[in-house]
């Protein structure tokens, strides 16, 4: 067991990231909603320098990272391979956090044995989340910044199909999840009694995107039936365990939307913000339990491999050469 001491008695970056959230909720923000694409970005967070496409639980992180900053542009790096460009964060602008998987390892004194002497030893492994520091481009300055933001709007522009034809593939994965549908009436919600989700007609949805988004919301909540990842969902209105299972849903539905290309505008659901504001005030930590339940809920309805295979621009290459030019012309 390891004794040393802290370095430093400031927040963690787990604590800032929940922290920033409060602070936005409590301004009456659902800080992880956003449409598919704003600014004639596509709606993927993708690497500034790379152009690899962010997954998982860091595209929460990221969605409100945008809101803190008031940004519209979807595009991040790190500090030491931006500095490597000329590229620097502008003075006072903040870092956001990011989650990278590390694999520990420990090793593990074997067993005595009737001998006296000592069995082999055992190799303990376990995954653990690293939080890693991003800054957003729109936080950034350098010669070469506009000419590689122009270069992920051109990789956004040939890859993000037209909003019809992501709106009809979004629904059809979604009908495509084993839990039956009914329409009709004024509530969207899902009945774990029946297994059944009900929504209203699409015609009283604001636009066919909020449509397949609420849709996205019940079908997350339809994971946690007893017979699929078993969640309690037997808590009342105002309960952890009822505002816990609300924020699952509103999270996967993030993710869920990411995948299907439909965005988080959900048009419902504002009211439970200020339980989500005391849960997480009360348990910062639960923030990242819910993210991984997220996560796992959403890969079981569209796992990430269903999705086109991504094809990025990455810096210095031929094809990035011929793009820059394409976008100058």
């Not at 993710?255 to 504001?277: P, Q």
């Not at 295979?309 to 820059?324: C, E, M, N, Y």
């Amino acid at each position: 067991m390891s004794t040393a001491k802290k370095k430093f008695n400031g927040p963690t970056p787990e604590e800032k990231i929940v922290a920033g959230l409060i602070e936005l909720m409590e301004a009456g923000i659902a800080p992880w909603r956003k449409p598919w694409a704003e600014d004639g970005c596509s709606g993927h967070h993708v690497n500034l320098l790379s152009g690899h496409q962010y997954r998982g639980s860091n595209v929460i992180l990221l969605t409100i990272g945008m809101h803190v900053r008031g940004s519209a542009l979807p595009y991040w790096c790190g500090y030491a391979e931006a500095k490597k460009l000329g590229i620097t964060p502008k003075k006072g602008s903040k870092c956001a956090y990011i989650v990278r998987p590390q694999l520990n390892r420990y090793e593990e004194e074997g067993a005595a044995l009737a001998d006296g002497s000592k069995g082999d030893p055992s190799i303990k492994e376990w995954m653990a989340f690293k939080p890693t520091a991003v800054f957003n481009a729109n936080d950034l300055e350098g010669e070469k910044l506009e000419e590689l933001i122009k270069l992920r709007k051109f990789q956004a522009g040939y890859q993000v199909k037209p909003e019809p034809e992501r709106l009809e593939n979004a629904e059809a994965a979604l009908k495509s999840w084993k839990v039956p549908v009914s329409f009709g009436g004024n509530q969207a919600f899902y009945a774990p009694v029946i297994d059944r989700i009900q929504l209203p007609e699409r015609s009283a949805f604001n636009t066919p995107a909020a449509f397949c988004a609420t849709w996205a919301h019940e079908a997350i909540h339809s994971t946690g039936h007893h017979s699929r990842l078993d969640r309690d969902q037997k808590g009342k209105f105002g309960s952890k365990s009822y505002a816990v299972e609300e924020l699952i849903a509103e999270l996967g539905a993030v993710l869920l939307g990411d995948r299907l290309e439909i965005g988080s505008e959900i048009e419902s659901h504002a009211a439970y913000l200020s339980y989500w504001i005391g849960l997480l005030k009360e348990e910062p930590k639960i923030l990242f339990q819910v993210m991984r339940d997220a996560n796992a809920a959403s890969k079981l309805i569209w796992p990430e491999e269903l999705n086109a295979p991504f094809d990025p621009i990455p810096v210095g290459s031929d094809r990035q050469l011929a793009a820059v030019s394409l976008v100058a012309s």
